[in-house]
C-alpha cells in the first residue's frame, strides 16, 4: 500500500511539474509495485471466473500476474470443498507452495475460495499452511488482509454477504484463448441440497444487475471474444429486480433468467450465449423458447440430476421427482429437438438401495445424455445429509455402482457421437489441438469437442465442419466451407 501513496505523491509533483491541474487518475497497468502474484484455480468455472475478479483487484493494486511461481510475491490458490478429494489436491499443492516459501521467505501463500470459507481461521490455527484466508464474498478486502500480512499478522476475512456480486469489477481475463470467457451473473445458492457445501461455503442467492452483464459481455466482443457462458450455482432463479432502463425510461424492473438470456443474445449475432448450471426444479419452458428463438443462444443444457430415483432424490432434498425431471426432459427436446443435455450423476448416496440405484440408470437411459460429470458420495462435514444420515454405502458398492454409471455414460456418448456422422455442424474455432498442430478444434452449438484441418481458418472464425468419424469424447471432420 505505501508503494501506491509514494506513487501518487510522486505523481502530484510530477503534474504540479508540469502545471496541470491535479486530478490523478489511475488505470490498472499504470500503478506497478513491482510485485507479482500466480494464482491456481481448482474446482467449478465460478472458481476461475472469480480468480479473474481476484487479479483484476490486484493489478489495481499494482501486482502483476505471473505464470511462473518462483517469481511470486504473493501465491493464490482458489479452492473446491465438493469433495474430499478437492481438499486433499489443495492440501499437496499447499505443502509444495511452502517447500518453495523456505527458499523464498517474503512470500506470501494465500488460500481463496470454497475450503477457504469451510475451514475459515482453522487453516491459520491449526494447520499453518497459509498466510491469508480469504472467502468468496471477501475479495475486496484482499489488499487489507495482505498488508496485514506483509505486518506479520495471520489474515482472515470469511464474511459472507447478501449484496456483494463484484458487479462493478472488470475481470482480468486468465483465460488463453481470448475467445470463449466467463460472466458471473449471480452468486450463491438458496437451494438445500442435503450433499452439498455450497451454501455454506457461498452464502444465500443474490443476481448481479443486467445491464452490467450485457455491459461485461458488449465489452467482451469488441475484445474478439466470440463465447460467452453465462455462470451461477443455479441461473435458473436468476431474478433482478431494481432501477434499470424500460423503453429508455428509469423503471423499477424486473428480469428472470429467459429475459436476461435474450438480453445478452442480442448483444451481436455473432457471440454465442452458453450458461451453467441449469436446475430441474426451476427451468422454465420460457427459458426453451428463448433459447428456440435465438441462433447464438446454443442448443446445450448441463441438466444435473443427481440420482434417477424420486425416493433417493428426496433424501437428497433435490424438490424434484423421477417424473419432473423427465417432464422437463421432454420439453427440452419438444421445444429444442437438436439440445444437448449433459448431466452430475452421484453414486452410492446414503442409504441408496440398488433398485434405486437401477433408476438412475434407467433414467439416463431416457434422458439420452451426450455426457455426465458422474463421482460417487463424499460426505460433506456441516451438511444436511452429514447431520441426517450415515454414510453407509460401503467404498466397494459405491465404485461398483459408480463404474456402472460411467460405463453407461460412455456407451450414450459413443452413441451421440456415432449419430452425428454424416452431419454438418457449424464450429467457433477456439484453439489448436491438442493432438496436432495442423489441426483446430472447437465446440457446435451442442457443446461437443470437434477436430478438423486448420486450412487458412483462424482461431475465432466460425465454420462449417463435416462430420466424418467419431469417438465417445469428440467427433472429428473436415471444414466444407466457411460461414464468417
Ligand atoms: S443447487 Fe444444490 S447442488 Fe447446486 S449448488 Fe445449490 S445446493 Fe449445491
Redesign the pocket.
Known amino acids: 500500500m505505501n508503494e501506491l501513496l509514494d506513487y501518487i505523491e510522486q505523481k502530484k509533483h510530477d503534474e504540479t511539474r508540469q502545471g496541470e491541474p491535479l486530478n490523478i487518475a489511475l488505470n490498472e497497468t499504470e500503478f506497478k509495485n513491482n510485485k507479482h502474484f500466480y494464482i491456481e484455480s481448482y474446482g467449478c468455472a465460478m472458481n476461475f471466473s472469480d480468480s479473474e475478479i481476484v487479479a483484476s483487484i490486484l493489478s489495481k493494486q499494482g501486482y502483476s500476474l505471473t505464470p511462473n511461481i518462483f517469481d511470486a510475491d504473493l501465491v493464490l490458490i482458489n479452492t473446491c470443498s465438493i469433495r474430499e478429494k478437492a481438499e486433499q489436491t489443495v492440501r499437496q499443492r499447499l505443502r509444495s507452495f511452502n517447500e518453495i516459501k523456505e527458499q523464498k521467505p517474503g512470500m506470501l501463500i494465500g488460500m481463496l475460495g470454497c475450503m477457504a470459507e469451510r475451514l475459515k481461521s482453522n487453516l491459520l490455527e491449526e494447520e499453518k499452511l497459509v498466510d491469508l484466508v480469504v472467502g468468496p464474498d471477501a475479495y475486496r478486502s484482499l489488499p487489507a488482509l495482505i498488508q496485514e500480512a506483509e505486518g506479520g499478522d495471520r489474515a482472515v476475512n470469511v464474511l459472507l454477504s447478501r449484496e456483494e456480486t463484484y458487479a462493478d469489477i472488470s475481470p482480468v481475463r486468465l483465460d488463453k484463448n481470448g475467445i470463449t470467457a466467463f460472466i458471473s451473473i449471480m452468486r450463491g445458492?438458496d437451494?438445500?441440497?442435503s450433499f452439498?457445501v455450497?451454501?455454506f461455503t457461498r452464502g444465500r442467492e443474490r443476481s448481479r444487475n443486467p445491464e452490467t452483464i450485457v455491459e461485461e459481455a458488449k465489452d467482451l466482443f469488441e475484445k474478439g471474444y466470440r463465447e460467452v457462458t453465462l455462470l451461477g450455482?443455479?441461473v435458473d432463479s436468476f431474478k433482478w429486480k431494481g432501477e434499470g432502463k424500460n423503453d429508455d425510461k428509469q423503471a423499477e424492473v424486473l428480469v428472470n433468467f429467459a429475459q436476461l438470456l435474450e438480453k445478452v443474445a442480442l448483444v451481436n449475432p455473432l457471440l454465442r450465449v452458453r450458461f451453467s448450471t441449469s436446475?430441474p426444479k426451476d427451468i422454465t419452458d420460457e427459458v426453451l423458447h428463448t433459447i428456440a428463438k435465438y441462433n447464438n443462444i446454443c442448443s446445450y443444457i448441463h441438466l444435473p440430476v443427481q440420482s434417477g430415483s424420486s425416493s433417493c432424490l428426496e433424501r437428497m432434498n433435490r424438490t424434484y421427482d423421477r417424473d419432473w425431471y423427465k417432464n422437463r426432459v421432454d420439453a427440452i427436446r419438444r421445444i429444442i429437438p437438436d439440445c444437448g443435455i449433459s448431466s452430475d450423476i452421484i453414486a452410492g448416496f446414503c442409504e441408496e438401495t440398488e433398485e434405486e440405484h437401477q433408476d438412475t440408470l434407467s433414467m439416463m437411459d431416457y434422458a439420452q445424455y451426450d455426457y455426465s460429470y458422474m463421482f460417487f458420495y463424499s460426505e460433506r462435514p456441516g451438511t444436511l445429509a452429514a447431520r441426517k444420515y450415515k454414510d453407509d454405502m460401503s467404498l466397494d458398492i459405491k465404485k461398483r455402482r459408480l463404474a456402472e454409471i460411467v460405463d453407461k455414460q460412455y456407451q450414450l456418448s459413443l452413441e451421440s457421437n456415432l449419430r452425428d456422422i454424416g452431419k454438418t455442424y457449424e464450429v467457433l474455432i477456439e484453439k489448436i489441438s491438442k493432438k496436432s498442430e495442423e489441426e483446430y478444434c472447437g465446440r457446435n452449438s451442442q457443446n461437443k469437442m470437434i477436430i478438423f484441418p486448420k486450412g487458412n481458418y483462424k482461431i475465432g472464425d466460425y465454420v462449417q465442419v463435416y462430420i466424418e468419424s467419431a469417438n465417445k469424447a469428440t467427433l472429428k471432420g473436415r471444414v466444407v466451407n466457411e460461414i464468417i
Open positions: 445458492c437451494n438445500m441440497c452439498c455450497v451454501p450455482q443455479n436446475h
